[in-house]
């Protein structure tokens, strides 16, 4: 989200308000609260979320406003960002609720790359019981990771037919 917001905010004329800018600020300063909230322990502060949702609400109905539905693609694109931010304002701002709930999909951005990167490498995989085992492999090294377990060991034990598997709860 904040990607797209900075893409609109670096196309916007120099010296002139962005609605864009508004919303990043917004999202960035709810970020700020859910992680000193994590940290703490203490609940985020009602009339701070509210303030920043209400600056975030107001951005996303202003960028419906400038923007049209029906003009350049480009212009399009930034209609259909202002509405999801209203849309989906629940989705995206779960991290709020939810202090485990991560603010941005970096993991998950994290876990795809490798198989993107070996498609550009190789310009494919090349047969389709390839591919599975690959993501199978990767889904097992991520998943370790995630536990804190070393990736070599993993595949050590893994190799040796003992394979390390989470506990389930």
């Not at 209609?79 to 989906?88: E, I, K, S």
Request: glycine letters at 6%; proline letters at 4%; charged letters at 20%.
């Amino acid at each position: 989200m904040l990607r797209e917001l900075q893409g609109i905010i670096d196309t916007a004329p120099a010296g002139t308000w962005c609605w864009a800018s508004q919303a990043a600020e917004a999202l960035v300063a709810l970020h700020r609260l859910a992680v000193d909230a994590a940290v703490t322990g203490i609940a985020i502060n009602a009339t701070d979320l509210a303030a920043h949702i209400r600056l975030l609400r107001h951005a996303a109905h202003i960028g419906i406003t400038q923007t049209s539905p029906r003009g350049t693609k480009l212009m399009a694109a930034r209609h259909a960002l202002a509405c999801r931010l209203v849309d989906r304002e629940a989705d995206y701002l779960r991290f709020t609720r939810d202090l485990r709930v991560p603010a941005d999909n970096n993991g998950c951005e994290r876990d795809i790359r490798m198989i993107k990167l070996r498609q550009k490498v190789s310009g494919c995989l090349r047969t389709l019981t390839g591919a599975r085992q690959f993501c199978a492999i990767r889904s097992y090294l991520s998943t370790a990771t995630k536990h804190g377990i070393p990736q070599f060991p993993a595949l050590v034990q893994l190799a040796e037919g003992r394979p390390w598997m989470p506990t389930t709860t």
